[in-house]
């Protein structure tokens, strides 16, 4: 490539301060450094933890790119790197997978001990962003509104390179997250009922593992009456909105299932409802998974719960190892195993990333994918 070893100049979405409108800026883009991988996004999508990022982080942790979920093609590789060549489609992995420390190489979780420490919040010596004269930190080590990113080699699956970039972008987090957590965590066993609170992206993608994994009866639980017919696409038996019901909702579960699910997935970040999904859990063996993401509150039940037999667990990128499971997802994809164009209820452009952020602040979309570049 032409460009290859030279600073790249390109459009970055950078977010300048706290809650404010992002703002499209040229930037600079250095060259991969040893183990580095650069990239050129094609389609990226917003997901909830940019919004979070950008409207509850404190003024130090900006300036800022977002974004974590999307696809791409390597324009270029740094010193060391085996595993890439420049033209390889891949997905970026906010969660890395290094294979060389304890929890990498334990089947027991897709934890990576390099996470926080190398890709995980890159701190400013690190980013290799640079906008008029200043450092823009890389959120998540991966920063996707950006048309060139630079990642550490592990935080990079390679892709089948006939995959649709602008759907597979959605598996870089979200669907991922949710499909994950029914399979790979709560372990959902064929037969049985499963109960997803809250029908985001992530929720809908629970609902779409939990059928996946041969659960009989899926009841689908959301404040918003409008989720109850996407549900359905996704596999959801019942929608149950709690605002229909003057008892608590884990007690109308309880009732409709004659003593409670065997599995239960919060996907809002609401402690409250994270309590209401354990509860709503049949005693002696009910599972229930924490996939919303807080770190605001704390979460509490009565230990009674516990010691009847039930277990609360919760995961990260729905407990899959990236480099391992997202090829696989993207091949069940083109398999039609997996549904990804149901999600999408806007495309846009990069240009756009602001009319996105006013969608999702207000639930208007699940997930809005913006083209970047040309696939
Ligand atoms: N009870 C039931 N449903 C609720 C409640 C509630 N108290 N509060 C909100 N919801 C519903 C919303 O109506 C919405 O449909 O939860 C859904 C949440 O969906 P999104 O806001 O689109 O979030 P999503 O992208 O799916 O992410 C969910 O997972 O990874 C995390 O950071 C992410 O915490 C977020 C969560
Ligand atoms: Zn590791």
């Known amino acids: 490539m032409a460009t290859a070893g030279k600073v790249i100049k390109c459009k970055a979405a950078v977010a300048w301060e706290p809650n404010k409108p992002v703002v499209i800026e040229e930037i600079e883009v250095a060259p991969p450094q040893a183990n580095e991988v650069r990239i050129k996004i094609v389609a990226t999508s917003l997901c909830h933890s940019d919004l979070t990022y950008l409207v509850e982080s404190k003024e130090e942790f900006f300036p800022v790119v977002l974004g974590h979920e999307a696809a791409g093609i390597v324009e270029s590789v740094g010193p060391g790197v085996t595993e890439f060549q420049p033209g390889d489609t891949v997905i970026p992995l906010f969660l890395p997978q290094c294979r060389e420390c304890r929890f990498c190489k334990s089947p027991k979780t897709n934890q990576c001990e390099a996470t926080w420490k190398r890709a995980g919040q890159r701190d400013l010596k690190e980013s290799r962003f640079t906008c008029k004269g200043k450092k823009l930190r890389q959120f998540m080590g991966t920063s996707t509104f950006s048309e060139y990113t630079v990642l550490h080699q592990m935080a990079v699956a390679k892709i089948d390179p006939a995959a649709p970039l602008d759907k597979v972008c959605l598996l870089g987090c979200g669907v991922c997250t949710g499909y994950g957590a029914a399979v790979n965590t709560a372990k959902v066993e064929p037969g049985s009922t499963c109960a997803v609170f809250g029908l985001g992206a992530v929720g809908l993608a629970a609902v779409m593992g939990c059928k996946a994994a041969g659960a009989k009866r899926i009841i689908a639980v959301d404040i918003n009456p409008e989720k109850a017919e996407k549900a359905k696409v996704f596999g959801a038996t019942d929608f149950v909105n709690p605002k229909d019901h003057t008892k608590p909702i884990s007690e109308v579960l309880v009732e409709m299932t004659s003593g409670g699910v065997d599995y239960s997935l919060e996907c809002i970040g ?72 149901e999600f999408i209820t806007h495309n846009m452009t990069l240009d756009q990333l602001n009319d996105a952020i006013e969608l999702m602040k207000h639930s208007k979309c699940i997930r809005a994918v913006m083209r970047v570049s040309p696939q």
């Not at 209401?276 to 039940?301: F, I, K, N, Q, Y």
């Not at 277990?311 to 997996?338: H, Q, R």
Request: with cysteine.
């Open 270 to 341: 609401n402690v409250e409802c994270m309590r209401s999904a354990l509860e709503s859990c049949v005693p002696a063996w009910g599972v229930s998974v924490v996939v919303g993401w807080t770190d605001l509150h704390d979460v509490s039940t009565r230990p009674i719960q516990l010691i009847a037999g039930r277990t609360w667990t919760g995961c990260l990128f729905g407990g899959f190892k990236g480099k391992d499971a997202v090829p696989e997802m993207v091949k069940a994809y083109l398999d039609k195993k997996v549904k990804l164009d």
